[in-house]
């Protein structure tokens, strides 16, 4: 009976091998994307505004406005394929009304948010206070707003719908 | 390699107590539960300085290292034979290398889920500690990977992209040397050829390879609770409450890992410590050190947890760890011969519940429930081809291994695995239930129960001389 077992295992084992191989045929939206080219096409299939507005939530949410380094970190290798998405936005700011366009983001790589922000804020960057951020796509389509942030230095930016923000904005 | 470096330190942490209060009969299996415990030791030492809002790579570091160095010289006073110094030195250097290899790249998968946890873990770094905009939004995951990811201020990097992936590999050698010392304790020729096929069985499921590539908190979830219930195991069956320590430990983390995870970790701690012959003082302080910490942190939770949260409020997180101090309590009148005949029927009592809350649920909400139902179904049954046939081999492996007798202390694996696959269900009452996908909640959770699975079937296939004869099965509990 152990052999029978044993068989059995080997069988399942086989059979994980080739199921390994199915996953990989998935279409790129039912399973785990890792090369950049699998990553592009996953970005541009999440048409879904939800899901674009994660890839801008993880970019500004993670960071502080003001902050002395805002910076396009460079430890996720997929991370320019986010970037990239992010980049069909524009982005106003509020009150400054500063823009930051889609053609003006793309191709930038780490550092040039950050010289942008720097230049814009007299060289120093630390002691802007942003009410309100503005994020539109580019086919003007979903507006969103990144809310919460301003007076308080420490306070981090959410990112929400324009209509929602609406509902709740002071 | 500023990852790696943090990691071995934390596997240093872990194995120095491991030695000091664990196994130290066992040195490989120190060093191999040392990076799962020190992980959790460094999340709660994090913890409590990120809610006394004084976190920060130095204040960490200042805390952690006194307390290593006290495991340390416990350590060193009960001995370290040169061969255990041997052993810790050989995997040490296997285990950096493997860290530095596992984490020089980025190859983690990370969903909405995971840039939460990272993103929550950034604003707690920047603030130096929780704070009214941060522990709010810690009502629907557990805290234990946003701590642990909050860990990177200590390295040079934004976040800790190489933990998922260190933390599913070693967890394999765990298993492994779980599995054969507890072959040992049945039979006095443990067989490696089953050891390796039943490890290589549980990774070779493509459901946990993505797991070990996926930044959440289902598959650490599974590692913990399998490492509590494995080393309970041992402890019972060597009669040796050494492996305890790191027991409570890991049940600490699991309790961390989800909101769910507390009620869980009470079902397992009555189909296992309710049930112990181990003397009692060998319990007492770590069941206790972990209700306190895990209570603890749910009080402050429901101090901060919005009254109308989805997941948590605070009069959800007053329960769990009411629930949880009522467990320890339970506990501490168990010396009474009453509690003790009660405890018995435990494992009954907590079949009946799980039958009984099904039977509700699904009169109450009979669509829901059942398109809960077919959803996760569909998910094991081929549809999200991850899982393979795991589950269905899972399902005839278990039928076979019917002619065998049963092991010894089988509840949390025989009554607690399908009680937690029930209250998987039961858990979907009250949201918009189960969907078909891989990243659906309870396709996800099920993960726990698969270790736990594989690991007794081994045990139970491979531990017996020969397929039991007729009559009363050789089963104690």
């Given at each position: 009976?152990?052999?029978?077992?044993?068989?059995?295992?080997?069988?399942?084992?086989?059979?994980?091998?080739?199921?390994?191989?199915?996953?990989?045929?998935?279409?790129?939206?039912?399973r785990?994307?890792?090369?950049?080219?699998?990553?592009?096409?996953?970005?541009?299939?999440?048409?879904?505004?939800?899901?674009?507005?994660?890839?801008?939530?993880?970019?500004?949410?993670?960071?502080?406005?003001?902050?002395?380094?805002?910076t396009?970190?460079?430890?996720?290798?997929?991370?320019?394929w986010?970037?990239?998405?992010?980049s069909?936005?524009?982005?106003?700011?509020?009150?400054?009304k500063?823009?930051?366009?889609?053609?003006?983001?793309?191709?930038?790589?780490?550092?040039?948010?950050?010289?942008?922000?720097?230049?814009?804020?007299?060289?120093?960057?630390?002691?802007?206070?942003?009410?309100?951020?503005?994020?539109?796509?580019?086919?003007?389509?979903?507006?969103?707003?990144?809310?919460?942030?301003?007076?308080?230095?420490?306070?981090?930016?959410?990112?929400?719908?324009?209509?929602a923000y609406?509902?709740?904005?002071? | 390699?500023?990852?790696?470096?943090?990691?071995?330190?934390?596997?240093?942490?872990?194995?120095?107590?491991?030695?000091?209060?664990?196994?130290?009969?066992?040195?490989?299996?120190?060093?191999?539960?040392?990076?799962?415990?020190?992980?959790?030791?460094?999340?709660?030492?994090?913890?409590?300085?990120?809610?006394?809002?004084?976190?920060?790579?130095?204040?960490?570091?200042?805390?952690?290292?006194?307390?290593?160095?006290?495991?340390?010289?416990?350590?060193?006073?009960?001995g370290?034979?040169?061969?255990?110094?041997?052993?810790?030195?050989?995997w040490?250097?296997?285990?950096?290398?493997?860290?530095?290899?596992?984490?020089?790249?980025?190859?983690?998968?990370?969903?909405?889920?995971?840039?939460?946890?990272?993103?929550?873990?950034?604003?707690?770094?920047?603030?130096?500690?929780?704070?009214?905009?941060?522990?709010?939004?810690?009502?629907?995951?557990?805290?234990?990977?946003?701590?642990?990811?909050?860990?990177?201020?200590?390295?040079?990097?934004?976040?800790?992209?190489?933990l998922?992936?260190?933390?599913?590999?070693?967890?394999?050698?765990?298993?492994?040397?779980?599995?054969?010392?507890?072959?040992?304790?049945?039979?006095?020729r443990?067989?490696?050829?089953?050891?390796?096929?039943?490890?290589?069985?549980?990774?070779?499921?493509?459901?946990?390879?993505?797991?070990?590539?996926?930044?959440?908190?289902?598959?650490?979830?599974?590692?913990?609770?399998?490492?509590?219930?494995?080393?309970?195991?041992?402890?019972?069956?060597?009669?040796?409450p050494?492996?305890?320590?790191?027991?409570?430990?890991?049940?600490?983390?699991?309790?961390?890992?989800?909101?769910?995870?507390?009620?869980?970790?009470?079902?397992?701690?009555?189909?296992?410590?309710?049930?112990?012959?181990?003397?009692?003082?060998?319990?007492?302080?770590?069941?206790?050190?972990?209700?306190?910490?895990?209570?603890?942190?749910?009080?402050?939770?429901?101090?901060?947890?919005?009254?109308?949260?989805?997941?948590?409020?605070?009069?959800?997180?007053?329960?769990?760890?009411?629930?949880?101090?009522?467990?320890?309590?339970?506990?501490?009148?168990?010396?009474?011969?009453?509690?003790?005949?009660l405890?018995?029927?435990?494992?009954?009592?907590?079949?009946?519940?799980?039958?009984?809350?099904?039977?509700?649920?699904?009169?109450?909400?009979?669509?829901?429930?059942?398109?809960?139902?077919?959803?996760?179904?569909?998910?094991?049954?081929?549809?999200?081809?991850?899982?393979?046939?795991?589950?269905?081999?899972?399902?005839?492996?278990?039928?076979?291994?019917?002619?065998?007798?049963?092991?010894?202390?089988?509840?949390?694996?025989?009554?607690?695995?399908?009680?937690?696959?029930?209250?998987?269900?039961?858990?979907?009452?009250?949201?918009?239930?189960?969907?078909?996908?891989?990243?659906?909640?309870?396709?996800?959770?099920?993960?726990?129960?698969?270790?736990?699975?594989v690991?007794?079937?081994?045990?139970?296939?491979?531990?017996?001389r020969?397929?039991?004869?007729?009559?009363?099965?050789?089963?104690?509990?």
């Amino acid at each position: 009976m152990k052999k029978v077992l044993a068989a059995v295992v080997a069988l399942w084992i086989a059979h994980n091998a080739y199921t390994w191989t199915r996953v990989q045929q998935l279409p790129c939206e039912q399973r785990v994307c890792r090369s950049p080219r699998d990553l592009e096409h996953w970005a541009r299939s999440f048409r879904h505004p939800r899901i674009s507005a994660q890839l801008a939530h993880f970019y500004f949410f993670r960071q502080y406005i003001p902050r002395t380094r805002i910076t396009i970190p460079p430890w996720m290798s997929n991370w320019q394929w986010y970037f990239k998405a992010v980049s069909r936005m524009e982005v106003v700011v509020a009150p400054d009304k500063m823009l930051v366009r889609a053609d003006a983001v793309e191709g930038l790589k780490s550092g040039a948010i950050k010289r942008t922000w720097l230049r814009r804020n007299g060289g120093q960057g630390t002691r802007r206070i942003v009410q309100e951020l503005y994020v539109r796509f580019a086919d003007g389509a979903t507006e969103y707003v990144l809310a919460e942030g301003g007076t308080d230095r420490r306070a981090p930016l959410f990112l929400m719908p324009a209509d929602a923000y609406e509902e709740v904005k002071p | 390699v500023s990852q790696a470096l943090l990691f071995v330190a934390l596997h240093l942490v872990g194995v120095a107590f491991a030695l000091a209060f664990g196994p130290r009969q066992r040195p490989a299996l120190c060093c191999a539960l040392g990076f799962g415990a020190g992980l959790a030791i460094g999340v709660v030492v994090a913890l409590i300085l990120e809610i006394a809002q004084v976190f920060g790579a130095g204040a960490w570091i200042a805390a952690l290292a006194p307390i290593a160095g006290v495991f340390a010289v416990i350590a060193a006073r009960r001995g370290v034979p040169a061969r255990t110094a041997l052993v810790v030195a050989a995997w040490t250097g296997g285990f950096a290398l493997a860290a530095i290899l596992l984490s020089a790249h980025n190859v983690v998968i990370a969903s909405y889920d995971s840039h939460r946890l990272v993103l929550i873990s950034r604003v707690i770094v920047d603030d130096g500690g929780m704070t009214e905009l941060s522990l709010p939004r810690l009502h629907a995951w557990g805290v234990f990977q946003v701590v642990a990811q909050t860990l990177s201020v200590a390295t040079k990097q934004d976040f800790l992209y190489g933990l998922p992936v260190v933390s599913g590999v070693a967890f394999a050698p765990v298993f492994a040397l779980t599995l054969w010392a507890a072959l040992g304790a049945l039979a006095p020729r443990p067989r490696a050829a089953a050891v390796a096929l039943a490890t290589l069985a549980l990774f070779s499921i493509p459901m946990v390879g993505y797991h070990v590539v996926y930044l959440h908190t289902n598959f650490a979830s599974a590692i913990y609770l399998f490492t509590f219930v494995a080393l309970w195991w041992l402890a019972e069956t060597e009669g040796e409450p050494s492996y305890l320590p790191v027991a409570f430990v890991a049940m600490t983390a699991f309790a961390l890992q989800r909101t769910e995870n507390p009620l869980v970790a009470i079902v397992f701690l009555a189909l296992t410590i309710a049930q112990s012959e181990l003397p009692r003082r060998a319990i007492t302080p770590w069941l206790a050190g972990f209700v306190i910490v895990v209570g603890g942190w749910y009080e402050v939770l429901a101090e901060n947890v919005a009254a109308d949260g989805d997941f948590l409020s605070p009069a959800r997180c007053r329960t769990i760890w009411g629930l949880l101090v009522a467990t320890l309590g339970w506990w501490l009148v168990s010396t009474h011969i009453l509690v003790r005949r009660l405890n018995r029927w435990l494992p009954h009592a907590l079949v009946g519940a799980t039958v009984l809350g099904l039977a509700a649920a699904f009169a109450s909400k009979p669509g829901h429930m059942g398109s809960t139902v077919i959803a996760l179904l569909q998910n094991v049954h081929d549809e999200v081809p991850y899982w393979g046939f795991t589950w269905h081999a899972l399902a005839l492996l278990a039928a076979l291994a019917l002619v065998f007798p049963a092991p010894p202390r089988r509840a949390p694996f025989v009554i607690g695995v399908p009680v937690f696959l029930g209250l998987a269900v039961l858990m979907a009452y009250s949201g918009p239930g189960y969907r078909v996908g891989t990243g659906d909640s309870g396709n996800r959770m099920i993960i726990n129960a698969v270790p736990l699975a594989v690991w007794y079937l081994a045990l139970k296939a491979a531990g017996s001389r020969r397929p039991r004869s007729p009559g009363p099965a050789s089963g104690t509990s």
